[in-house]
């Protein structure tokens, strides 16, 4: 079953959609950011010299308390943020396959479209490419850098956003797999959908609580099927 029923809260009124990039645009079943994920733990081996297991957990605990692994690295070791971007976007993109359907959703949104991401714009551009040329469907990528390295789930990155392009929370969508990142959005008025896993999706290196879905109020809407949920809408 790929949709679940919401509590009964319309899309009718949005006209600014926002996006989340990793796990969100594209089914983290591709496994996509399992490569990113690999290369941070090695990052975090260069940058502690603690042994692979010992540096892979103290990754997992920044990207639990700081939002991402990049702003606990800046805050506890003064790492470079560009040098660390571009280590881990390093990878292989072709499992993120072409999906027109989604493509054509977007584009049938009513108002503006954006990204939201704690990745980079280098990286963002790249799987839109994969999908299918999709970065004209968007206004906007605003990225770690444009949040002065301040992510999601920090309400400064919601309301830098916000600023930029003068958006209204009470007329926008905020589409994320990570439970903790809808947060924010729903306190600011935002309609919130989370776009999960499907019920069979297990990896090594997918912790537990990135899968969490507590049924929390500010979860909105929950689809493992982000293309056929924009397609239902009205």
């Known amino acids: 079953m790929n949709d679940f029923t919401p509590p009964p809260r319309s899309l009718s009124h949005v006209t600014d959609w ?7 645009l594209y089914p983290r079943e591709c496994n996509l950011f399992a490569q990113i994920d690999m290369l941070i733990s ?3 081996v260069g940058v502690t010299q603690l042994p692979f297991d010992e540096a892979r957990a103290l990754q997992k605990a920044y990207y639990r308390d700081y939002g991402t692994t990049l702003n606990g690295l800046m805050q506890l ?9 571009n280590t881990v976007h390093a990878i292989d993109y072709s499992p993120v396959e072409a999906h027109p359907d989604l493509v ?25 490419n994969r999908l299918g040329n999709a970065d ?39 589409f994320d797999d990570l439970e903790k990142n809808l947060v924010v959005p729903h306190d600011t008025g935002m309609t919130t959908v989370q776009v999960i896993a499907g019920e069979a999706f297990a990896h090594e290196q997918v912790e537990a609580w990135e899968l969490e879905r507590t049924g929390g109020t500010h979860v909105h809407h929950v689809t493992a099927d982000l293309a056929g949920f ?3 809408l009205p």
């Open 230 to 232: 924009l397609r239902k």
């Open 77 to 85: 070791h003064e790492v470079d943020p560009d040098h660390f971007l």
């Open 104 to 128: 054509e959703a977007i584009k049938a949104l009513p108002g503006r479209k954006f990204i939201l991401t704690n990745g980079d714009v280098g990286h963002a551009r790249a799987v839109l």
């Open 42 to 44: 090695h990052y975090m």
């Open 136 to 174: 004209a469907l968007f206004e906007d990528i605003f990225d770690i850098r444009a949040m002065s390295y301040k992510p999601k789930p920090l309400p400064e990155a919601y309301e830098a956003f916000f600023h930029k392009h003068g958006i209204d929370a009470r007329r926008a969508a905020m």
């Open 18 to 24: 926002v996006f989340d990039l990793d796990n969100t």
